[in-house]
Every structure is written in C-alpha cells, then in structure tokens.
C-alpha cells in the first residue's frame, strides 16, 4: 500500500535471553537440522542482567543482506545464519500464498541489515549464540509478519536456541521425526512459577573456550560409549524427575538433580576419545566449595551447574543468596574490582559465622574469579518500542 511507499525502511528490535539447561543437551543425531540424541530442559535467565538486542531493517534500498555483531560487520553467509533467514523468508511466503488479504507489508524480496548486541562475553561458555539466534529469529519474524511455531527455527541457528524463545522452565524435546518437526521447545513453567529461585554466574575468564561445542559434542557422538547410554538410558528418567521438582519448587530434588547431570555431562567429555576438558582447577574449586557449604547445612542450600566451559552457574534461593556470595568473596578474593565484583541484581551483606568460615572457606584464591553475577529466570523474547534503543539508523546502519 501507499503506507509502504512513503517509509523507505521498516525496522524492529526485540532483546532475547541466555538460558541454562540443568538436563543438558550434547549431541545431535542430525548436524543439518540439528536434532539432538536427547531431550534438555532450561532455565531462562532474566534480561535485566543478559540478554542480546538484535534489530533488523529492510528496504528497497539495501543491495545484499548484511550483518553486524557488537559494531563489527561480519559474514552473513555463515550456514546457520542463512538456514534461519531462508527458514522466515520461506514462512513468509507460505504464509502469503494461503492468505486473501495483503498480512505482512514488507516485500519479500527486500534485503535486510541486521545489528546485534550482547550485554556480556561472547564465546565464554555463556550460550550467547542461544539468545543471539533466538534473537535472530523473533526480529525476523516480527519483520516478515510470520507467527506460531518459531523454536524450530531458532533451532536451525543453534540447538539450545529454541530454549531463549520461551522463559521461566523450559523443556526442548528431542523428537522423533526425521524432519525435526517435532523437536520443538515447550514451557514447563513460567518465570514467575518458583519467584524465590536464583541463580549466581561466576564468571572465571572470558577468553573463548578450547573447543568449540559443535565440534566437541560430535567427537563425543562418535566415540563415547557413556554418552550413549546417557541418552538412552539416563536423561529420559533424569528429565521426568526434574519436571517434577520443578512443579513441586523442590529445591533440594532440584539442586542435587542439577549438579548430578553436570557431572555426567563433563564425564561423557572426559569418556570422549580425545578427552574434553571444559572444567578446569578452578571449577574443581567452586565444585568442592558448594559441596562443603552444603554439608555444613546437612542439606542441599546451592548447586551448580557447567555448560562447555569454566564459568559456574548456581542457583539457590533468596535466602542464601548473600552468605553464599561473602563466602565465594572470601575464597575468591577479588583482585581489583572489588566494587564491580558482584553485579547484577542487588545482594545484601552477610556477616559468617566462625564455624561456616572453618568448614567451607579452604586455601583462599585470590583474583580466580572476575566477577560474580546475581540473576533470576526471567521470560522470553521481548520487542523494544522504543526508537531510540534500535542498533540501526534511518540510513540502516549501525
């Protein structure tokens, strides 16, 4: 219409979350569609905290589809990349065709620039290509007017992406199909189902990891005989009793569950052939640290959880929230950043006792850990109004 004539560039911009699985997915049975051997379930975390903006534009005027991350153009021809962008074009279109009235404005044969942003490292372990390509995916079909089933797509960029696309307690079942239909995400709970869940990210280094996951988890595939049976066997009993403490706010079921299937994740790397180390001395550390703090409590008060790389996630509730930070302080002093060492949501002052100090804080490490980062769960994708927060100018550049 003549709406479409007069403004030369049509643009949104949507934020996206991390998530964290607590049943970890590793392993695809289809590395094109990526499809997983087995079925993860997540946490999304808040975007107050983490999160990617990506703002998408398209025009007449655009000659290719171009792509910028963090101010830098990068290729847009990445395979991933493209199969999501072909994937909301093909929607699109289908979606025109089944329809009498003109849905999406936007002409298809438009090219797009699109900026993305992290508000935290990317590459350290933080799943950032999760909320990056569930970014990705929302902003395009916002843009192209596509709607329903989007985790599909998302998954076409990165398989724990499907996970960002929903919050609060998220479950990615693995599927039967050979066409990946079926693998899809699904909310197990919202955020606001546990409100006194927390999470602390202790961030050790924000160098890029050894190996890169795609490559790792395939290695894995090939010649790990325990991820097999961890697949087959293990995660399908794992996924039903963690719905469970999830539904029922179990937190002790929750939390050892958590730290168990950490464990056999980094087993089933160790059982690869290389082996993978994704852990290093200081996440043997922060292991046995929360192990003593739990039995000086004679319960499950904190459990943790690694994805592949060195950062600890760990989730507790409220309560714990600030003697547990004073006790990482006190055995990771901080180097320099002693003002910048906990960030993220505010936590109170907690004076130890002498009898915690004794039995959990060991050999302090001083400088080990940067920082540490106070979040909750938090909800899905989220679209931005405001003009002024779009990462792409009136030109349709950064």
């Known amino acids: 219409g003549a709406?479409?004539?007069?403004?030369?560039?049509?643009?949104?911009?949507?934020?996206?979350p991390v998530n964290i699985a607590v049943i970890k997915y590793w392993g695809k049975r289809d590395n094109d569609l990526i499809l997983p051997i087995n079925s993860s379930l997540s946490v999304t975390l808040h975007q107050d905290q983490l999160k990617t903006t990506t703002t998408a534009a398209a025009s007449r005027d655009f000659t290719k589809d171009r792509l910028w991350l963090n101010g830098e153009e990068v290729d847009v021809g990445q395979p991933r990349l493209q199969a999501c962008l072909q994937e909301v074009r093909r929607l699109a279109r289908k979606r025109r065709v089944g329809s009498s009235e003109d849905v999406a404005p936007l002409n298809l044969s438009y090219k797009v620039h699109i900026a993305t942003e992290n508000n935290f490292p990317t590459a350290a372990g933080l799943a950032?290509?999760?909320?990056?390509?569930?970014?990705?995916?929302s902003v395009l079909a916002r843009l192209?007017?596509?709607?329903?089933?989007?985790?599909?797509?998302?998954?076409?960029?990165?398989?724990?992406?499907?996970?960002?696309?929903?919050?609060?307690?998220?479950?990615w079942r693995r599927g039967e199909r050979p066409d990946g239909k079926d693998s899809l995400a699904q909310q197990v709970a919202p955020e606001t189902h546990w409100p006194e869940l927390r999470v602390l990210v202790l961030v050790v280094s924000g160098e890029k990891k050894q190996v890169a996951s795609t490559a790792g988890m395939q290695t894995s595939v090939d010649t790990s005989p325990l991820l097999k049976h961890r697949a087959e066997v293990v995660v399908p009993e794992r996924l039903k009793l963690m719905m469970q403490h999830i539904r029922e706010k179990d937190f002790e079921g929750f939390g050892q569950l958590t730290m168990k299937d950490s464990n056999q994740f980094h087993a089933t790397c160790l059982d690869t052939f290389p082996p993978i180390f994704y852990l290093n001395d200081l996440s043997r550390h922060i292991i046995a640290l929360a192990h003593r703090f739990n039995a000086h409590y004679g319960s499950t008060k904190v459990a943790?959880?690694?994805?592949?790389?060195?950062?600890?996630?760990?989730?507790?509730?409220?309560?714990?929230?600030?003697?547990f930070v004073e006790v990482v302080r006190r055995s990771f002093p901080p180097a320099t950043n002693g003002d910048q060492f906990v960030r993220g949501l505010p936590v109170g002052s907690a004076v130890l006792p002498e009898e915690l100090l004794a039995a959990v804080v060991m050999e302090p490490v001083p400088g080990a850990v940067r920082y540490i980062l106070h979040t909750k769960p938090g909800p899905g994708p989220q679209f931005v109004d405001d003009p002024s927060q779009h990462l792409l100018g009136a030109d349709g550049l950064p």
């Open 304 to 323: 943790y959880t690694f994805d592949a790389g060195p950062n600890a996630v760990i989730f507790m509730l409220a309560d714990t929230v600030a003697e």
């Open 128 to 137: 950032s290509s999760a909320a990056g390509y569930a970014c990705l995916v």
């Open 3 to 16: 709406m479409a004539e007069e403004r030369p560039l049509t643009i949104v911009t949507c934020t996206a």
């Open 144 to 171: 192209y007017g596509v709607e329903g089933e989007l985790s599909e797509v998302a998954r076409r960029g990165s398989g724990s992406a499907c996970r960002s696309m929903l919050g609060g307690f998220v479950e």
